[in-house]
């Protein structure tokens, strides 16, 4: 996306979700003031219920109920104040809008909830008061056109991403965790690891199926991290048209699954598919309804397959400049771990854009 000139007077929109673990008016407040410091103006809605951060992101960025005087056609920041479910809906109703020639936006996240993994995409692990400086100081707004994955089935859309199996299960285990933040995932985790039933299941990927058996989980995005700290998709790239893919079978250690997950390397396992695809097919094989979450939502349990498209380019988010290897906010320790790993692949030779007989790669690191 072009960048914004400082001058077209930008403005901000803070939806606020007090739900949210970590949301407050002091934090809402302190969002506020600095982006009023920054030269934006800013002004707060609360959320009251389930839909209302999707309500509020359409009609401000149809033109219905912003800050923005009538007639001003600046920019408008719509700051996702909450967890990762309140920037989901917060992205349903800015793509709601954007078949009604909205105005000029642009999406920012504030972490205030359990996993924050969106966050965690947009800015890696600076704090959100550097990355709002970062985002708003400089003598240019220069937004990121990221791409979202159509659910089919539901007709919905996801940024993040989406899992069945032990990662939608987590989010039940969650439940009722007497904790904040990351740790009450972390709880959840360890709440059902244990005695998790690995389910019949077959993945798709572009019409290739990429495993087929009894599933631990299986994992399709969207941004590199879950739960913050858990670097399900080590490879993703938040812009490239293309659906990450990770899935391990029944034999995996749940023993090994917390650290490996953490480091990245339960790619490496026999036992796990790593693939990219633009379609992705995830389903039961035995008719029975599948347990699924999306951004951080468990949803229903009630058909067996759900069906992920990728739709390239059509969310502006105000997030890191790509790096050098392209992906956003990897520095230091982290930039390190990825060149590692990146090494090792290659040392591997893994097969791009093909399926390698037993595991399979539906697509290139």
């Given at each position: 996306?072009?960048?914004?000139?400082?001058?077209?007077?930008?403005?901000?929109?803070?939806?606020?979700?007090?739900?949210?673990?970590?949301?407050?008016?002091?934090?809402?407040?302190?969002?506020?003031?600095?982006?009023?410091?920054?030269?934006?103006?800013?002004?707060?809605?609360?959320?009251?219920?389930?839909?209302?951060?999707?309500?509020?992101?359409?009609?401000?960025?149809?033109?219905?109920?912003?800050?923005?005087?009538?007639?001003?056609?600046?920019?408008?920041?719509?700051?996702?104040?909450?967890?990762?479910?309140?920037?989901?809906?917060?992205?349903?109703?800015?793509?709601?809008?954007?078949?009604?020639?909205?105005?000029?936006?642009?999406?920012?996240?504030?972490?205030?909830?359990?996993?924050?993994?969106?966050?965690?995409?947009?800015?890696?692990?600076?704090?959100?008061?550097?990355?709002?400086?970062?985002?708003?100081?400089?003598?240019?707004?220069?937004?990121?056109?990221?791409?979202?994955?159509?659910?089919a089935e539901l007709d919905r859309f996801a940024l993040l991403g989406a899992g069945a199996g032990l990662s939608a299960l987590v989010l039940e285990g969650a439940s009722g965790v007497d904790s904040s933040g990351h740790r009450r995932l972390q709880a959840g985790l360890e709440r059902v690891v244990g005695r998790y039933e690995p389910y019949p299941g077959r993945?798709?990927?572009?019409?290739?199926?990429?495993?087929?058996?009894?599933?631990?989980?299986?994992?399709?995005?969207?941004?590199?991290?879950?739960?913050?700290?858990?670097?399900?998709?080590?490879?993703?790239?938040?812009?490239?048209?293309?659906?990450?893919v990770c899935v391990a079978d029944a034999a995996y250690r749940p023993a090994d699954l917390q650290a490996e997950l953490r480091a990245g390397r339960h790619v490496h396992s026999p036992h796990v598919v790593y693939a990219r695809g633009r379609e992705v097919v995830v389903e039961r094989t035995d008719g029975a309804p599948l347990c699924f979450e999306h951004d951080?939502?468990?949803?229903?349990?009630?058909?067996?397959?759900?069906?992920?498209?990728?739709?390239?380019?059509?969310?502006?988010?105000?997030?890191?400049?790509?790096?050098?290897?392209?992906?956003?906010?990897?520095?230091?320790?982290?930039?390190?771990?990825?060149?590692?790993?990146?090494?090792?692949?290659?040392?591997?030779?893994?097969?791009?854009?093909?399926?390698?007989?037993?595991?399979?790669?539906?697509?290139?690191?």
């Amino acid at each position: 996306m072009d960048p914004v000139n400082a001058r077209s007077s930008p403005r901000c929109l803070i939806i606020a979700n007090p739900a949210a673990g970590q949301a407050s008016r002091i934090l809402a407040d302190e969002v506020a003031e600095r982006c009023a410091r920054l030269g934006v103006p800013a002004r707060t809605r609360w959320t009251a219920g389930r839909g209302d951060a999707a309500r509020i992101a359409a009609q401000a960025v149809a033109g219905g109920s912003g800050p923005a005087p009538a007639g001003d056609d600046g920019l408008l920041v719509v700051v996702s104040l909450g967890g990762d479910g309140t920037v989901a809906e917060t992205v349903a109703g800015l793509t709601r809008a954007a078949s009604e020639r909205p105005r000029p936006h642009a999406l920012f996240v504030v972490p205030a909830g359990t996993g924050n993994s969106n966050y965690r995409a947009h800015w890696g692990d600076r704090p959100w008061q550097d990355a709002l400086r970062a985002a708003l100081g400089g003598p240019e707004i220069r937004p990121r056109t990221l791409d979202l994955a159509r659910l089919a089935e539901l007709d919905r859309f996801a940024l993040l991403g989406a899992g069945a199996g032990l990662s939608a299960l987590v989010l039940e285990g969650a439940s009722g965790v007497d904790s904040s933040g990351h740790r009450r995932l972390q709880a959840g985790l360890e709440r059902v690891v244990g005695r998790y039933e690995p389910y019949p299941g077959r993945v798709v990927v572009d019409g290739t199926v990429v495993h087929e058996g009894r599933t631990l989980f299986a994992n399709v995005g969207g941004g590199r991290y879950r739960a913050w700290q858990f670097r399900m998709m080590p490879h993703s790239l938040l812009d490239d048209g293309l659906l990450d893919v990770c899935v391990a079978d029944a034999a995996y250690r749940p023993a090994d699954l917390q650290a490996e997950l953490r480091a990245g390397r339960h790619v490496h396992s026999p036992h796990v598919v790593y693939a990219r695809g633009r379609e992705v097919v995830v389903e039961r094989t035995d008719g029975a309804p599948l347990c699924f979450e999306h951004d951080g939502e468990l949803l229903p349990r009630t058909g067996s397959r759900v069906t992920l498209a990728a739709v390239p380019r059509v969310l502006p988010v105000l997030c890191d400049p790509e790096t050098e290897d392209g992906v956003p906010g990897r520095v230091g320790a982290e930039a390190e771990a990825d060149a590692e790993a990146k090494a090792e692949l290659d040392a591997e030779a893994v097969v791009p854009y093909g399926v390698e007989p037993g595991r399979a790669g539906a697509g290139p690191w």
